[in-house]
Nanobody, 125 residues
Framework: QVQLQESGPGLVKSSQTLSLTCTVS??????????WSWIRQPPGKGLEWMGV???????YYSPSLKGRTSISRDTSRNQFSLQLSSVTPEDTAVYYC?????????????????WGQGTQVTVSS
């Protein structure tokens, strides 16, 4: 059974870059045809999909984040990472990594089958 674990700073200052890593165990991030997504949930709001890196290394990002998002991977460590630039207090949220069955299809509509527990990130002004 695949397990995902988010890690990274819990506090980031405005205008800086938020960096998080998801460590995957029980399955390889290069296995066809999975996607590895980042999702967040601001306080009092719904889930927002941010982007994905697929089994083949291709990436797709939510247009709503206007180019601030970058997702990369380290296959030797079975990890994938999120960078969100120019953060503001509106980026305060619980951030989740998840495995999805949508793979490298460029769509914001994803089907998830495994989630990390989430990590709180607060952006200070």
């Amino acid at each position: 059974q695949v397990q995902l674990q988010e890690s990274g700073p819990g506090l980031v200052k405005s205008s800086q870059t938020l960096s998080l890593t998801c460590t995957v165990s029980g399955g390889s991030i290069t296995t066809s045809y999975y996607g590895w997504s980042w999702i967040r949930q601001p306080p009092g709001k719904g889930l927002e999909w941010m982007g994905v890196i697929a089994f083949d290394g291709s990436t797709y990002y939510s247009p709503s984040l206007k180019g601030r998002t970058s997702i990369s991977r380290d296959t030797s460590r079975n990890q994938f990472s999120l960078q969100l630039s120019s953060v503001t207090p509106e980026d305060t949220a619980v951030y989740y990594c998840a495995r999805d069955l949508t793979g490298n299809i460029p769509t914001i509509m994803r089907e998830y089958d495994s989630w990390g527990q989430g990590t709180q990130v607060t952006v200070s002004s």
